[in-house]
Every structure is written in C-alpha cells, then in structure tokens.
C-alpha cells in the first residue's frame, strides 16, 4: 500500500484513512490557501472545500502519481478563484459606492458610464493582464504582494499593469471617438 495519504484513501476509502489524509495534509494545505488569501477563516472555509471534493470525487489526477500534491494545487485553485471573487465583490461595492457619491454630487450619468466602459475594457483583458489589474488597483496588493499571490516576479507583475494599462488605454480611447 501507498505511503501517500491522499493515494492511500483513494485505493481505500475508509473512515480512518481519511483521518489520517485530514491529519497529515491539512496543515500544508491551510498554508497554501493562507499564503494566496491571507485570511485565516478564509483560507479555512478553502481546506475545507478541498477536503470535501476529497470526499465527493474518487478520482485521483495524474494517475496517483502526484498524490497529495493534488491537495495543495486543488487549495490553491480554491483559494485564488476565492480571491477573485472577493476582488470582484469589493470591486462592486467600491463602484456602488463612487457611483452613490458621484449622484449625490451631481454628476451621476456620465460617471456610470465611465465605470462601466472601465469594467467592461478590464473584463476583455488577458486573464494575466486583468488579474494583475485586479490585485494591484481593486484588491490595493502592491507589485510585491501581488507578485507573491500570483506566483510570479515583482517586476512580471509590474510589466502586466504597463501592458494592462497601454491596452486599457487604446480600447477606452477607441470607445470614446
């Protein structure tokens, strides 16, 4: 029998090999949610999605060869797409927000098209080039952090927002003509 844990359970699902996988894996897989999130709880409600998935899917990818480093791939997927969508649910409150200051100001209609035809130019983006966006000017990460949560260099990081901000730059001028 495996020595892995994660091959372990899946060639015997038993309640006491699933112990052992919770036991011998969660603290590296609460790790790599906590590095990319940076919450406790979240990076918690993560291993705990991971292990659920453990439970409700009997397949093991790669053919069992990567064992139980299929639970902190699978953690780290969770944790950015829960990344994401905090940016995205922060992003839309601070919209909401601009958006209510800009009535009460008086200039509604034309800043709500703006952050619209904003939104829409970052939804059209390369994944990389928008995710950048989305760490360094939605979620407030800088070069660094945002570097480390992508897993990429600082200066990487720092090459997608200029090439972001040049292709932001080029379709927003082409729709205001």
Do not use: W
């Not at 995205?88 to 919209?95: D, F, I």
């Not at 009535?103 to 950048?132: K, N, T, W, Y």
Request: glycine share 6%.
């Amino acid at each position: 029998m495996s020595t892995d844990p994660l091959v372990r359970y899946l060639q015997s699902p038993s309640p006491s090999h699933f112990v052992s996988l919770v036991e011998e894996t969660a603290p590296r897989v609460l790790g790599a949610a906590y590095r990319v999130l940076r919450e406790r709880s979240l990076a918690q409600d993560v291993t705990q999605d991971v292990y659920v998935k453990v439970l409700t899917e009997s397949s093991l990818p790669g053919d069992g060869k990567i064992g139980s480093i299929s639970l902190l791939i699978k953690a780290k997927s969770a944790a950015m797409t829960k990344r994401r969508s905090e940016c995205r649910r922060l992003a839309r409150e601070r919209n909401a927000r601009r958006e209510r200051e800009a009535r009460a100001d008086g200039g509604g209609a034309s800043s709500s098209e703006d952050i619209h035809d904003v939104c829409d130019a970052v939804a059209q983006l390369h994944p990389a080039l928008r995710a950048a966006v989305e760490l360094c000017y939605f979620v407030g990460l800088g070069l660094s952090e945002a570097a480390q949560v992508s897993g990429t260099s600082r200066h990487e990081v720092a090459a997608l927002l200029q090439r972001a901000i040049k292709s932001l730059r080029t379709r927003l001028t082409a729709s205001a003509a």
